[in-house]
């Protein structure tokens, strides 16, 4: 039998204990996680041929199951379907804070799947899947850079909590879940009952202070079981000498595309400048196979120059991709009453994102019942849904379920709202918010929450005060950064950060 190694760290004043040796040993890495009842197996997989993409191909998936807490599926087949909202969340809170994790050039299938064996609700065990999958991964030999670890700390009767238990958060003034490295913290994801930046600032610095100690404990796994790490080739680097003639042919006009306003004309103008520079470099060459290569070490010198001209422009001279400064927000317009039988409607834009939001009131049996993990059947009285059709950027697509993301934004404008939902006892009406994207250029999800907003004070419903969202980015360079705000969809991609944040005047709510 495998020789079993264990670390334990205590969380929150009660051992978390990480395992490994003992089931699914054919995984590349495999543990379990337990604190109190609750215990998670999770395991990593990487395959050993690299695949033919320009993004990490890792899935991951996190799965209840019935049996882990003592009850039988209540599906006709009695048996586990596909993943539900909490599996779903589950699953992104744990991918958020790995993915950046591997070389950026990996392109090995990685699959890590976290599978409930026991279910405690004084230790939920989202948390604890989030930590074994970092120690998983850590202990194999799949090349995660550095491992991660994650908390949930809640204020709860005016104290600061960690990992609290189900009951205690029914308490809770803020929920938020922290995730980071030993350096730094790189995911949070929850929301309070309009809480003050201070108190979230002060539950991020002593989350993180417990995320060292689990990081230690998982380093200390692998020093004892781990195994060697795959060798990685270096990442590709295109010609030194490719890259001179991209950049002195092409920086220029690539700096007056960036400068076009509109998404598309600036895509299209990119496109153009990087296909005029490709045309001058490759000029004269006959061999068509030198012609192929050229071509393909002047895409990836063009990407990186982009990055680089891009990131320059906006640390160096306050210049943003639409022209704006660092804090400057995109021009606005809303209209309300947009959908004559709908009890509330509102169009909100933002730039070039736009949501249309309708709001419907209906009765108790109208309600969305949830049965998920930990909790008794219950009734949901305020719901959000979110979707992203293709038209929205432009794109033909077939329409299929709804995608993570998408579940994953609806969930954040739905508890962005949930503080100023007035109490049943108040306003006995079940409420549902349905928000479709007409136009997506960055932030998406914020001009949801502004239009659910502008919906229901439109249908008369006496929310406590309006909420409004924004996304903020990050550009940092060495020493020197900038803080934008309200970041195109560019700005996503070509920055460090993207940070959704909600609030009312009074405080923040998600």
């Known amino acids: 039998m495998t020789e079993i190694h264990r670390v334990s760290i205590d969380v929150g004043g009660r051992p978390m204990t990480i395992e490994t040796g003992r089931y699914a040993k054919q995984a590349s890495g495999a543990v379990v996680v337990r604190q109190n009842q609750s215990a998670v197996l999770v395991t990593a997989v990487a395959s050993a041929e690299e695949k033919p993409f320009n993004f990490l191909p890792m899935t991951i998936d996190y799965m209840d199951r019935a049996g882990a807490q003592g009850t039988i599926p209540g599906s006709f087949h009695r048996r586990e379907g596909r993943s539900n909202e909490r599996e779903t969340l589950a699953s992104r809170l744990i991918d958020r804070p790995l993915r950046p994790q591997f070389p950026k050039h990996y392109r090995n299938d990685i699959q890590v799947i976290a599978t409930s064996m026991s279910y405690d609700p004084n230790s939920d065990t989202d948390i604890l899947a989030l930590c074994g999958a970092a120690a998983a991964l850590h202990i194999s030999d799949i090349p995660l850079k550095r491992p991660v670890a994650g908390?949930?700390?809640?204020?709860?009767d005016d104290k600061l909590v960690i990992n609290p238990s189900r009951e205690d958060m029914t308490r809770a003034t803020l929920n938020l879940v922290v995730a980071g490295t030993r350096e730094s913290i790189c995911m949070v994801e929850g929301g309070g009952m309009e809480a003050k930046e201070?108190?979230?600032?002060?539950?991020?610095?002593?989350?993180?202070?417990?995320?060292?100690?689990?990081?230690?404990a998982i380093e200390d796994l692998r020093d004892q079981a781990g195994v060697v790490k795959q060798e990685v080739k270096p990442a590709p680097t295109p010609d030194a000498e490719v890259a001179a003639k991209i950049e002195a042919l092409g920086a220029e006009p690539l700096r007056n595309a960036l400068g076009v306003r509109g998404k598309h004309?600036?895509?299209?103008?990119?496109?153009?400048a990087r296909n005029d520079v490709i045309g001058q470099l490759v000029e004269g060459v006959e061999d068509s196979?030198?012609?192929e290569r050229l071509t393909g070490e002047a895409k990836q010198a063009w990407e990186g120059l982009l990055r680089s001209v891009m990131r320059t422009q906006v640390i160096e001279d306050g210049i943003r991709i639409d022209g704006r400064?660092?804090?400057e927000i995109r021009s606005i317009w809303c209209e309300v009453g947009v959908a004559a039988r709908a009890h509330g409607s509102a169009i909100f834009t933002r730039g070039e994102t736009q949501a249309f939001?309708?709001?419907?009131?209906?009765v108790e049996q109208d309600a969305q019942r949830i049965d998920f993990a930990g909790t008794q059947t219950d009734f949901r009285h305020w719901m959000l849904t979110y979707y992203f059709p293709p038209f929205s950027t432009g794109e033909a697509r077939p329409i299929r379920g709804p995608k993570r993301r998408e579940i994953g934004h609806g969930v954040l404008a739905h508890r962005a709202l949930r503080p100023v939902i007035p109490a049943q006892e108040d306003f006995p009406y079940t409420l549902r918010c349905c928000?479709?994207?007409l136009e997506s250029n960055g932030s998406s999800s914020m001009a949801t929450v502004c239009g659910a907003t502008l919906s229901l004070m439109d249908a008369g419903v006496p929310i406590k005060a309006p909420v409004a969202g924004i996304a903020m980015g990050l550009i940092k360079e060495g020493e020197q950064f900038a803080i934008l705000s309200d970041i195109l969809g560019d700005e996503d991609h070509l920055g460090d950060m993207d940070f959704k944040v909600t609030g009312t005047k009074n405080g923040i709510t998600a």
């Open 198 to 216: 201070a108190l979230v600032m002060d539950a991020m610095d002593m989350a993180h202070e417990v995320i060292i100690r689990i990081i230690d």
């Open 435 to 437: 928000s479709d994207v």
């Open 289 to 291: 196979a030198e012609v």
């Open 325 to 327: 400064v660092q804090d």
């Open 357 to 362: 939001v309708t709001a419907a009131l209906g």
């Open 265 to 272: 004309e600036r895509k299209t103008a990119l496109k153009s």
């Open 151 to 156: 908390v949930r700390i809640a204020q709860i």
